[in-house]
């Protein structure tokens, strides 16, 4: 068989769902087929040439923060057959085969963030501020060891930062203000070339909205 494989397969419950040895385009594997959340297998589910890794990634994080189904602009997420690539606030490289920055600021998330940001490893900017995103920082954040911006502000988030981003030694600037976050971990000075004074922004000022105020002895910029 050849040509696109059809959308409809991925609604067929409890199916097996076996198509290798045929020639498909191996471009064109439907997104619900690929999360396989009806489909009881799927055999080119781990072939990344039908089923990119980072498009189940992006996915499983739209649905952890659209949780009122309210996000302002959502071209394109979770379409059965548009790239990754073309969904709204998603950057990639030439080749168009892996993420590297990720803007959705002021686009009515809310929900959590989901773990599966973790696996965007190629991602350079992350922008997910001015927000509703509640929950705390899921430590996988720490494995975008490529982050150079990362900003996170004006969300809920809650509890301790995670440690892995005071491994993230290319941060350019971290921004995690008007949260609820309670405790930093020893993060380096970042270098401020770039982005000076809003290099490296959270909620440490006096008076504060905790019992203690949040200490952050590296902050460019203290917000009360």
Sequence with gaps: MTGIIPSQLGQLQGAS????SNDFKNDSAPLSLCLQSKVQ???LANETAFCPLERNALSDFYDSANKGGE???????????ASFCDWKGVTCDDGRNHVTKLNLSNNGLSGRLSESI???TFIKELDLSGNGIKGSIPTEIGLLS?????RLSYNAFTGAAPEGLG??????LLQLQSNWITDMPSIPILNRSTYGKSS???????PSAFDEALKCDNCTMCCE
């Design 17 to 20: 769902v076996l198509l290798k």
């Design 41 to 43: 297998e799927f055999d």
């Design 71 to 81: 996000w302002t602009d959502g071209t394109n997420w979770k379409d059965e057959y």
């Design 118 to 120: 973790g696996k965007l």
């Design 146 to 150: 490529n982050l150079t911006y990362l």
């Design 167 to 172: 491994m993230m030694i290319g941060l350019q």
């Design 200 to 206: 490296f922004v959270a909620d440490c000022g006096v």
